[in-house]
């Protein structure tokens, strides 16, 4: 049974920085595409960073480029996201999800999801 289990949410003040973790069972993530995505109040789902499933290439969201990075550690088989100079626009609910095949930003096309973790950026 596939789990994926975020935690590190929490509130921060704006310009603050945060790191989410992803920690996973039932799969190997250096053989998955881990993404990360997030859903404001009243607002779908939206992608903000992916890892390929080599581990060589990464992807993000333009409103985070710069900002985030996502990073996996094989050993741990967890996925990261470290999360600088936050905005209040950042405020959400964080998944980490996975997807058995090559990178895309379409949370449709991720298999595999956490329950989720709370971040909210204070102004």
């Known amino acids: 049974q596939v789990q994926l289990v975020e935690s590190g949410g929490g509130l921060v003040q704006a310009g603050g920085s945060l790191s989410l973790s992803c920690a996973a069972s039932?799969?190997?993530?250096?053989?998955?595409?881990m993404g990360w995505f997030r859903q404001a109040p009243g607002k779908e789902r939206e992608f903000v960073a992916a890892i390929s499933w080599g581990g060589v290439s990464t992807y993000y969201a333009d409103s985070v480029k710069g900002r985030f990075t996502i990073s996996r550690d094989n050993a741990k088989n967890s996925v990261y996201l470290q999360m600088n100079s936050l905005k209040p626009e950042d405020t959400a609910v964080y998944y980490c999800a996975a997807r058995g095949g090559p990178y895309t930003h379409y949370a449709s096309r991720f298999e595999y999801w956490g329950q989720g973790t709370q971040l909210t950026v204070s102004s």
């Open positions: 039932g799969l190997t993530v250096s053989r998955y595409t």
